[in-house]
T-cell receptor, first 117, second 111 residues
Framework: DTGVSQDPRHKITKRGQNVTFRCDPI?????LYWYRQTLGQGPEFLTY????????KSRLLSDRFSAERPKGSFSTLEIQRTEQGDSAMYLC???????????????FGAGSRLTVL | AQKVTQAQTEISVVEKEDVTLDCVYE???????LFWYKQPPSGELVFLIR??????QNEISGRYSWNFQKSTSSFNFTITASQVVDSAVYFC????????FGAGTTVTVRA
């Protein structure tokens, strides 16, 4: 297994355009997470899936953001009508659920860097 | 609400010096987990260590060691005999099912 893969690694777009990021988790992991990281800050939680079910969405995830995980495999994160404030690194992570809540070790991908002009 | 504070923004050391990273956390949970992740220039966050709130025993793993003190809500991390490859941003994080990260400490190890 090659770990968590994210595509594209870099995306430059004009304000108002739609963008979509893809994440392929580690195959045996049934939990998948999206985080956003801005310059000089730690990652911030956006949403997570257990299999195909989206179990939580952060208040950071406005109506312009949508995430899906069809069939519980790869996931996509779409941002509609991008704004300059959306410029950030979008990180995907996956984990095997630990029997103890909160003990999950997340394996992160290298991220997709979005620049909105 | 959970909160993680890493007061040190940047640390610069010469190779072979020890580096200690501070982390202070806030949580109302009685059971929780603390983590340290490393983010090298390539961008991929790499898991380093995990500690649960029931075990305050401090440990050493290779050149890494950590000091967990529940009484002061601190979870400090030390790199012994630093190397240039240790240069990265280090994040402290707090569970539950989603991680709350600190702002990170940039460590630069000079040859």
């Amino acid at each position: 297994d090659t770990g968590v893969s994210q595509d594209p690694r870099h995306k430059i777009t004009k304000r108002g355009q739609n963008v979509t990021f893809r994440c392929d988790p580690i195959s045996e992991h049934n939990r998948l997470y999206w985080y956003r990281q801005t310059l000089g800050q730690g990652p911030e939680f956006l949403t997570y899936f257990q299999n195909e079910a989206q179990l939580e969405k952060s208040r950071l995830l406005s109506d312009r953001f949508s995430a899906e995980r069809p069939k519980g495999s790869f996931s996509t994160l779409e941002i509609q009508r991008t704004e300059q404030g959306d410029s950030a690194m979008y990180l995907c992570a996956s984990s095997d659920p630990d029997s103890v809540s909160g003990a999950n070790v997340l394996t992160f991908g290298a991220g997709s860097r979005l620049t909105v002009l | 609400a959970q909160k993680v504070t890493q007061a040190q923004t940047e640390i610069s050391v010469v190779e072979k010096e020890d580096v200690t990273l501070d982390c202070v956390y806030e949580t109302r949970d009685t059971t929780y987990y603390l983590f340290w992740y490393k983010q090298p220039p390539s961008g991929e966050l790499v898991f380093l260590i995990r500690r649960n709130s029931f075990d305050e025993q401090n440990e050493i793993s290779g050149r890494y060691s950590w000091n967990f003190q529940k009484s002061t809500s601190s979870f400090n991390f030390t790199i012994t005999a630093s190397q240039v490859v240790d240069s990265a941003v280090y994040f402290c994080a707090l569970s539950g099912y989603k991680l709350s990260f600190g702002a990170g400490t940039t460590v630069t190890v000079r040859a």
